[in-house]
């Protein structure tokens, strides 16, 4: 049997660093948006 | 779904903080920024990994990089399902014009993107030991490098245009014809001589692949199609609340 567990491990962290980056940058939009509707109410309601 | 779309191109209903969950989080300004979908998915990816790992056998040549097959098959499949979405919802948007259908379509393109980014990143990590090098010009491979290339000017289409309706129509005509890119990567193998592996499971006779193998496959499917739909819900959700800014936005530029 070849010796390819780095390459499985390689794979694996890899993937899971592009799912877990995308759901961080959904997270990070999602914030971003929430306080500017905040702040744009806030300044409505002054 | 109950928050409503006020519209890029429309002015929002001034509806008092509290009638909605995102304007009740972002009233408090503290949102609600993981929900359970993909707390379940995050879990079923962990279950699915776990499996390969420690419940399916390597196979007995390839060694423990055939288990790389486990990530990137349901990374390629899900990458047809989420452009298979947008095909669908494009083809609605330009039917109805029905600006739901163009979130939807926005939010799944991304998430197929994504998809795609993990295929051509898991795909040359097996082909090093197993071919010998990192990338070749083989049909199936260029073919998916190019759909790569149609959704990432899909979404940089669709940030470059201001006038919603003109962007949702641009980008519907774009999903639609990268879609129809799917179909001949999936043949491609057929078609044309190349060094990727035949399919052995969507093919038309019975999968190829000891049951123990199969399971696992089929396991780490659900649990990426878990992914796609959280995380594409979870896309949709941040259309839905740029809608929201956009209209508010425009309410407080005509009140000046």
Redesign the interface.
Known sequence: ?????G??H???I??GT??VL??LS??V???R??????A??R??ER | MTTPITGRDSAPRSAP?GSNP??T?????R?A??DGW?IAAALA?IAA?VRVIWFTP?E?????????YY??LP?ALNAYLAFGVVFVTSIVYLWLHEERADLVAEASAE?GL?FT??VL??GP??A???WGTWWTWDARLTLTLFLWFIYAGYIVLRGAILEPSLRARYSAVLGILGALLIPFIHMSVYLFRTLHPMPIVLKPDRPSLPPEMLHTLMFSFAAFVL?YFA?AR??Y??GL??A??AG??AL?EGGR
């Open positions: 049997m070849a010796q390819t567990a390459y499985f390689a794979a694996y890899v993937a592009v799912y995308y759901t959904l997270v939009r999602r914030r948006v929430l306080q500017r509707i905040a744009l109410q300044g409505a | 903080a995102a304007a989080e972002a009233a408090r300004g949102p920024l993981i993909i990816v990994y390597a007995a040549i390839q060694g423990l990089a055939q288990k790389i990530l990137h990374a998430v994504m980014t993990v990143l898991t990590i097996w090093k030991p197993i992914v995380l979870a896309r959700r941040l609340e740029r929201r800014l508010l936005e407080l």
